[in-house]
């Protein structure tokens, strides 16, 4: 039995089959770094893993499967000896008007985008704390900067995964452990083509929104201006920097978007101020 390469940074990293996983691997084990690449299919990964033999891994991983998950964190930790980087990538979007979506369709996308990412973390942070470093990285969405007609149940999965994130940075920040949150604009990639459910009940109330946004979203495919090489170098400077960001912000598009917001939400704060502010209990209460 080979005893574990200690050398460099371990990462672990789900959805790694195509876009911004399989990106980020490459990226990683081009460094010289070591990978633990998860994909649902072994033979979606499995030509990445031949190309790297000493310092990769291929895994199958279901992140909604709890066993499957904390294997792989075991697999990980008995392949390099540790975990340094967890990326929890693995996710797929939902279109289509509240009211047109399943009831079975919205417990999917939230059991694989957050309860999944969840369960990722919860299986890797004893490792973590036991070393007493560590970096967990959330791939979230533009559609949290402000949300889209059509993506109300993505956007809510992906929300959800921000919140325990911030929660998260700040539990973990004394015990040397870091969270950065990744918001990615439209990147040309598979998203579109191959990683997005549609809503089964069509309403054609909803075509001029919801449904406008779908076409909006088919039309674009494959021709995103985000590139997903790009995006893994930009996220791979990130962990490697001593003081990385909670929140990185990738392309013009998304950069664009949350400056909007962030002036638009200061803006109707300060118009309805007047409302809002006096509602505490008087200093004479």
């Known amino acids: 039995m080979t005893e574990p390469i200690t050398s460099s940074r371990v990462w672990l990293i789900t959805g790694c089959s195509s876009g911004f996983g399989l990106a980020l691997a490459r990226a990683v084990?081009?460094?010289?770094?070591?990978?633990?690449?998860?994909?649902r299919r072994l033979e979606s990964i499995a030509q990445l893993a031949s190309h790297y033999p000493e310092t990769s891994r291929a895994i199958v991983l279901d992140v909604t499967d709890s066993a499957q998950v904390k294997s792989a964190v075991a697999e990980a930790v008995a392949a390099f000896g540790r975990i340094d980087v967890v990326v929890n990538n693995?996710?797929?979007?939902?279109?289509?008007?509240?009211?047109?979506?399943?009831?079975?369709q919205?417990?999917?996308?939230?059991?694989?985008?957050?309860?999944?990412?969840?369960?990722?973390?919860?299986?890797?942070?004893?490792?973590?704390?036991?070393?007493?470093?560590g970096h967990i990285v959330n791939?979230?969405?533009?559609?949290?900067?402000?949300?889209?007609?059509?993506?109300?149940?993505?956007?809510?999965?992906?929300?959800?995964?921000e919140g325990v994130s911030e929660s998260l940075a700040a539990e973990l920040?004394?015990?040397?452990?870091k969270v950065t949150i990744v918001q990615p604009?439209?990147?040309r990639n598979d998203?579109?083509?191959?990683?997005?459910?549609?809503?089964r009940n069509q309403i054609a109330d909803y075509d001029r929104t919801s449904g406008k946004f779908l076409r909006f979203l088919e039309s674009m495919s494959g021709k995103q201006p985000g590139d997903p090489d790009k995006a893994a170098e930009a996220i791979i400077t990130v962990v490697e920097s001593t003081t990385p960001p909670l929140r990185l912000v990738l392309g013009k598009y998304a950069n664009d978007k949350a400056r909007k917001k962030f002036a638009d939400a200061e803006k109707e704060r300060d118009t309805w101020?007047?409302?809002?502010?006096?509602?505490?209990?008087?200093?004479?209460?």
């Open 29 to 39: 084990l081009a460094r010289g770094q070591r990978v633990v690449a998860t994909a």
């Open 273 to 285: 101020e007047h409302a809002g502010l006096p509602t505490d209990f008087s200093l004479n209460s």
């Open 185 to 187: 604009g439209p990147f």
């Open 90 to 104: 693995a996710g797929y979007g939902l279109v289509g008007a509240f009211e047109e979506l399943g009831e079975e």
């Open 106 to 133: 919205i417990a999917r996308n939230f059991e694989v985008n957050f309860f999944g990412a969840l369960e990722f973390i919860r299986a890797a942070l004893p490792i973590l704390r036991a070393q007493g470093s």
């Open 139 to 161: 791939i979230s969405a533009a559609a949290v900067i402000s949300n889209y007609a059509g993506f109300s149940i993505y956007g809510a999965s992906k929300w959800a995964l």
């Open 191 to 199: 998203f579109i083509s191959r990683s997005l459910e549609r809503g």
């Open 173 to 177: 920040k004394p015990l040397g452990i």
